[in-house]
C-alpha cells in the first residue's frame, strides 16, 4: 500500500484511510467526471417514485409533493437530502429511511434502468481522443461498479467514488488530488453537480438537463448554477469538451511543491504518443 506522502497528496480524509491510496499521475488531455443517476443511466423517474415512497411511509409527505422534494435536492446522498428536507426528524430514523430507500432503489429502480442511448457510443468516442473518465457518484461504490458492468460500461472508467468516500465535492478534491495537473470536467444533471463544480476551483461544470414528470430542468437552469455546457443529450460531449479545453481554466489554489510535482517522463498537457489500453 503506498503511503499518502508518496501518492502527493499529503494526509487523506477518513474515508480513504482504510484503501490502497491511488498515487498521483498525469493525463493524456484531461479528466471527465461522470455523475451516475439522471447523467449516465436514464433513471432519474423511478428513483424519484421509489424515494416519494418511503418519505411517504416515513414522514407523511404526499407522494408528488416528495417527488418535488427529491428531484429539488438530487445529486447529494439521500442521508443529505432527508437531513435538509426533515432537520428536526431524528437522525436514527433518517438513517434507517435512507437504507430502505438504497434498498427499494435497486430492487425497483436500478433492476430497470438502463443507459442513455447515446451514452455507449459517447464514452468510447472520448476514450479514443484520449480523455481519462471516472465516476461520482452519491449511490453506494459496490452498487455504481455493478450497474455500469451490466452495461457494458465498467471498461471505459478509471475509478468509481460514491457515497462511502464522501461528498461530490469531496470526491472533486480527491480527484484533483489524483490529477493534480489536468483540467478537470463534471458532468451532472443536478444544480448540486453544477455548484459543487463551481465551487471547486479549476473543475468546468457540464449538465444534463432533464424533462421528467412534474419537474425539468433546462440547459439554461443549469448554466444559471455554474454549467459552462449544457443541453438535453450528451451526444455532443466530445465537441463540447474539445472547445471548453481550450478556454482558460478557473485557477486552483496554489498547491505545495510536492503536490505539484510531476509524474517523470510523462506529458501533462496534448495528447500522448502512448495510451493504455482498454479492453474492448
Given at each position: 500500500?503506498?503511503?499518502?506522502?508518496?501518492?502527493?497528496?499529503?494526509?487523506?480524509?477518513?474515508?480513504?484511510?482504510s484503501?490502497?491510496?491511488?498515487?498521483?499521475?498525469?493525463?493524456?488531455?484531461?479528466?471527465?467526471?461522470?455523475?451516475?443517476?439522471g447523467?449516465?443511466?436514464?433513471?432519474?423517474?423511478?428513483?424519484?417514485?421509489?424515494?416519494?415512497?418511503?418519505?411517504?411511509?416515513?414522514?407523511?409527505?404526499?407522494?408528488?409533493?416528495?417527488?418535488?422534494?427529491?428531484?429539488?435536492?438530487?445529486?447529494?446522498?439521500?442521508?443529505?437530502?432527508?437531513?435538509?428536507?426533515?432537520?428536526?426528524?431524528?437522525?436514527?430514523?433518517?438513517?434507517?429511511?435512507?437504507?430502505?430507500?438504497?434498498?427499494?432503489?435497486?430492487?425497483?429502480?436500478?433492476?430497470?434502468?438502463?443507459?442513455?442511448?447515446?451514452?455507449?457510443?459517447?464514452l468510447?468516442?472520448l476514450?479514443?481522443?484520449?480523455?481519462?473518465?471516472?465516476?461520482?457518484?452519491?449511490?453506494?461504490?459496490?452498487?455504481?461498479?455493478?450497474?455500469?458492468?451490466?452495461?457494458?460500461?465498467?471498461?471505459?472508467?478509471?475509478?468509481?467514488?460514491?457515497?462511502?468516500?464522501?461528498?461530490?465535492?469531496?470526491?472533486?478534491?480527491?480527484?484533483?488530488?489524483?490529477?493534480?495537473?489536468?483540467?478537470?470536467?463534471?458532468?451532472?444533471?443536478?444544480?448540486?453537480?453544477?455548484?459543487?463544480?463551481?465551487?471547486s476551483?479549476?473543475?468546468?461544470?457540464?449538465?444534463?438537463?432533464?424533462?421528467?414528470?412534474?419537474?425539468?430542468?433546462?440547459?439554461?437552469?443549469?448554466?444559471?448554477?455554474?454549467?459552462?455546457?449544457?443541453?438535453?443529450?450528451?451526444?455532443?460531449?466530445?465537441?463540447?469538451?474539445e472547445?471548453?479545453?481550450?478556454?482558460?481554466?478557473?485557477?486552483?489554489?496554489?498547491?505545495?511543491?510536492?503536490?505539484?510535482?510531476?509524474?517523470?517522463?510523462?506529458?501533462?498537457?496534448g495528447?500522448?504518443?502512448?495510451?493504455?489500453?482498454?479492453?474492448?
Amino acid at each position: 500500500m503506498l503511503n499518502p506522502e508518496s501518492a502527493g497528496g499529503g494526509n487523506l480524509p477518513a474515508q480513504y484511510a482504510s484503501e490502497p491510496v491511488v498515487a498521483a499521475r498525469a493525463v493524456a488531455v484531461g479528466v471527465v467526471v461522470f455523475d451516475l443517476d439522471g447523467t449516465i443511466l436514464d433513471d432519474i423517474s423511478p428513483i424519484s417514485h421509489v424515494a416519494a415512497d418511503v418519505m411517504r411511509e416515513a414522514f407523511g409527505t404526499p407522494p408528488e409533493e416528495g417527488r418535488v422534494h427529491y428531484l429539488a435536492t438530487t445529486g447529494m446522498p439521500f442521508e443529505a437530502q432527508l437531513a435538509q428536507l426533515y432537520p428536526e426528524s431524528p437522525p436514527e430514523l433518517r438513517a434507517q429511511v435512507a437504507r430502505k430507500f438504497h434498498q427499494r432503489k435497486i430492487q425497483e429502480a436500478y433492476a430497470h434502468a438502463s443507459a442513455f442511448p447515446e451514452m455507449p457510443r459517447v464514452l468510447k468516442q472520448l476514450d479514443r481522443a484520449g480523455w481519462t473518465m471516472v465516476i461520482s457518484t452519491g449511490a453506494e461504490r459496490e452498487m455504481g461498479e455493478i450497474i455500469l458492468e451490466r452495461e457494458g460500461l465498467r471498461m471505459w472508467f478509471e475509478s468509481v467514488l460514491g457515497s462511502g468516500q464522501g461528498t461530490k465535492r469531496e470526491h472533486l478534491v480527491e480527484y484533483q488530488r489524483r490529477y493534480p495537473e489536468a483540467r478537470l470536467f463534471l458532468v451532472g444533471d443536478s444544480r448540486f453537480d453544477m455548484e459543487a463544480a463551481r465551487d471547486s476551483p479549476g473543475v468546468t461544470a457540464i449538465g444534463r438537463a432533464s424533462s421528467v414528470h412534474g419537474w425539468g430542468l433546462s440547459p439554461k437552469d443549469l448554466r444559471r448554477w455554474g454549467a459552462a455546457y449544457a443541453d438535453y443529450s450528451l451526444s455532443t460531449l466530445p465537441e463540447a469538451l474539445e472547445k471548453l479545453l481550450r478556454e482558460p481554466a478557473t485557477p486552483r489554489p496554489s498547491r505545495s511543491p510536492r503536490r505539484a510535482a510531476r509524474a517523470p517522463g510523462r506529458a501533462t498537457t496534448g495528447r500522448a504518443p502512448a495510451r493504455r489500453t482498454r479492453r474492448r
